[in-house]
T-cell receptor, first 114, second 113 residues
Framework: AQSVTQPDIHITVSEGASLELRCNYSYGATPYLFWYVQSPGQGLQLLLK??????LVQGIKGFEAEFKRSQSSFNLRKPSVHWSDAAEYFC????????????FGAGTRLFVKA | DAGVTQSPTHLIKTRGQQVTLRCSPKSGHDTVSWYQQALGQGPQFIFQYYEEEERQRGNFPDRFSGHQFPNYSSELNVNALLLGDSALYLC????????????FGQGTRLTVV
């Protein structure tokens, strides 16, 4: 069965420091992978996606993620965190054909300290 | 482009009642999916509609049903509400091709008392 694991429930980083959020997935075929961000009480905004090709993908707001098939991972990174990045981050895998049944991880809450 | 719109934004219902939530997909999208996001958790897939039929379904009881209209908009109905149905309900739309991501609405916050 398809699944997504985000090992860290919450992470605290200092403003200006680098960030890495971990994501591991289980999927029988080549996965479609996503990172979404959610601010409190809001919907989900897509940060970036991986479908095929270059395993290092660039997204919005200075985020990037690297797909590593051998490790079944799709970790999200940002070189310098801003206070406005504080939010909940969800890794997801697209399962099924013809539009996606998207399976989400439990999320990682990012706190940014001054 | 209005994106995905959901109504209402907030709703309070009493246990045992029925509720209908509505979703208008992003322009050009014909596939609508519904998700339930309980507090502190990731969204859980409820079901997906395409060409006015339920195409995929997650692990939710029959109390959860839906409908898609010819204009691709969709409704989520929940009968016999339980306290545990309190959650943020998210609608997502996508185009029916193999590699498009889903665009999400802002959600409907349902509180069952």
């Amino acid at each position: 069965a398809q699944s997504v694991t985000q090992p860290d429930i919450h992470i605290t980083v200092s403003e200006g420091a680098s960030l890495e959020l971990r994501c591991n997935y289980s999927y029988g075929a080549t996965p479609y992978l996503f990172w979404y961000v959610q601010s409190p009480g809001q919907g989900l905004q897509l940060l970036l996606k991986y479908f095929s090709g270059d395993t290092l993908v660039q997204g919005i707001k200075g985020f990037e993620a690297e797909f590593k098939r051998s490790q079944s991972s799709f970790n999200l990174r940002k070189p310098s965190v801003h206070w406005s990045d504080a939010a909940e981050y969800f890794c997801a895998v697209g399962a099924g054909g013809g539009g996606f049944k998207t399976i989400f991880g439990a999320g990682t809450r990012l706190f940014v300290k001054a | 482009d209005a994106g995905v719109t959901q109504s209402p934004t907030h709703l309070i219902k009493t246990r045992g009642q029925q509720v209908t939530l509505r979703c208008s997909p992003k322009s050009g999208h014909d596939t609508v999916s519904w998700y339930q996001q309980a507090l502190g958790q990731g969204p859980q897939f409820i079901f997906q509609y395409y060409e006015e039929e339920e195409r995929q379904r997650g692990n939710f009881p029959d109390r959860f049903s839906g409908h898609q209209f010819p204009n691709y908009s969709s409704e989520l109905n929940v009968n016999a509400l339980l306290l545990g149905d309190s959650a943020l309900y998210l609608c997502a739309s996508s185009g029916d091709t193999g590699n498009t991501e889903a665009f999400f609405g802002q959600g409907t916050r349902l509180t069952v008392v």
